[in-house]
């Protein structure tokens, strides 16, 4: 273990949180998209994007693939850096639960190499990804329990109360 990891909840939109990093619930374009991405390429302005397109015409030239996890400067928001990750599209015929976690073991990899003591997550693949909120609380509580980190609070930021409601049954199990 590399140290202990605090699991904090809060009601409310990702882009107003003060963190060292931002998780943004991306697809795998990179180039911004509905929901969070949204919000977070509205509010922190034009940099993230730049630098977005700059991971495409490199590294990323297909895109970032589903379940993994790269960071940009955060631009105009409160925090040093957003940590983009993709998460999967929710599937009824096959379990795709695997890639979800991977979403925040990967999120907090990168976070550990940057030296990010405080994440902010949003409830990825919830929104226009459609997967069901319990069950998504379910595998990014227990990912980020089971994920040895040196990052110190693990903050879900959730949008609505039904969400946060989801992610505090989640945290009075077994905690
Ligand atoms: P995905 O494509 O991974 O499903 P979305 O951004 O569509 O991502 O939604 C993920 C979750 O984030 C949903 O529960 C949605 O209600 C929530 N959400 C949307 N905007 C914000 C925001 N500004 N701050 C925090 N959560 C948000």
Avoid at 37 to 61: N, T
Avoid at 74 to 99: C, M, N
Avoid at 104 to 127: H, K, M, N, Q, W
Wanted: include cysteine; charged fraction near 25%; aromatic fraction near 6%.
């Amino acid at each position: 273990m590399t140290g202990m990891t605090t699991i904090t909840l809060v009601q409310g939109d990702i882009t107003r949180q003060s963190a060292d990093a931002i998780v943004n619930a991306a697809n795998s374009s990179l180039l911004g998209g509905g929901g969070v991405d949204g919000a977070i390429h509205r509010r922190g302005g034009p940099a993230i994007l730049e630098e977005c397109r700059r991971l495409r015409a490199s590294k990323y030239g297909k895109g970032l693939p589903t379940g993994q996890a790269v960071a940009t400067t955060a631009g105009d928001l409160d925090a040093r850096w957003v940590i983009h990750t993709v998460g999967p599209v929710h599937s009824t015929t096959e379990d795709r639960s695997a890639l979800l976690a991977s979403c925040y073991r990967e999120s907090l990899r990168v976070a550990d190499e940057l030296g990010a003591r405080t994440v902010a997550f949003p409830a990825i693949s919830t929104g226009v990804y459609r997967w069901p909120m319990d069950d998504a609380a379910r595998i990014a509580v227990e990912t980020v329990r089971a994920t040895d980190t040196a990052v110190e609070e693990v903050r879900f930021v959730l949008f609505d109360e039904r969400a946060y409601h989801a992610f505090a049954a989640q945290l009075e199990d077994g905690s």
